[in-house]
């Protein structure tokens, strides 16, 4: 079974813009392509797991999201850094979905289509319902926030912070 890495996507890897609508908006935040690359270096799978309401509000399309998507792949991949698969559920928060998180069906599902054993894994997040996915999923959880956070295991200040705490554990 794989070990893997699970990042939301807003506020982790890119700036949280509010619905982001297009590929122009996405700008990758200080240390996230490096740290990818790092990730990808240790033999870690690299997962985004991310919730996206704009689709069912009208905000964007499906279409729009995939290019914002194939932007992000780019970028990262221009830099040395590879996502190995995205995960996003487009409901609405009172759909009552598996898959939204705080719940871990995103997880669940990645762990199912590539074989990763999910207590061995992480989920890196900016809020809370990143860390009760991840704790839901039975993965160790990382927090880049300056808040007090009662589902994560670590707390880190950045996603470099989180990368070295990922890579101490994996040794």
């Not at 890897?13 to 990818?36: E, K, N, R, T």
């Not at 300056?146 to 705490?165: H, I, L, N, R, T």
């Amino acid at each position: 079974m794989k070990r893997a890495v699970f990042l939301d996507r807003d506020g982790v890897i890119c700036y949280d813009v509010h619905y982001m609508s297009f590929p122009d908006q996405f700008q990758l935040m200080p240390g996230v392509a490096d740290g990818i690359r790092k990730l990808n270096e240790a033999g870690l799978l690299v997962i985004v797991v991310t919730n996206q309401s704009g689709i069912r509000r009208g905000r964007f399309t499906e279409d729009d999201l995939g290019k914002i998507h194939e932007m992000m792949i780019k970028e990262l991949g221009e830099r040395g850094a590879r996502i190995d698969a995205i995960y996003y559920c487009p409901c609405l928060p009172e759909d009552d979905c598996e898959c939204r998180k705080p719940r871990p069906g995103m997880l669940i599902n990645a762990a199912r289509d590539h074989y990763i054993d999910l207590s061995r894994s992480f989920m890196i997040g900016d809020k809370d319902i990143d860390a009760q996915a991840g704790r839901a999923a039975g993965c160790i959880t990382l927090l880049i926030s300056d808040q007090q956070c009662q589902y994560a295991d670590y707390p880190v200040g950045d996603f470099s912070s989180a990368v070295e705490k990922i890579l101490n554990l994996t040794r």
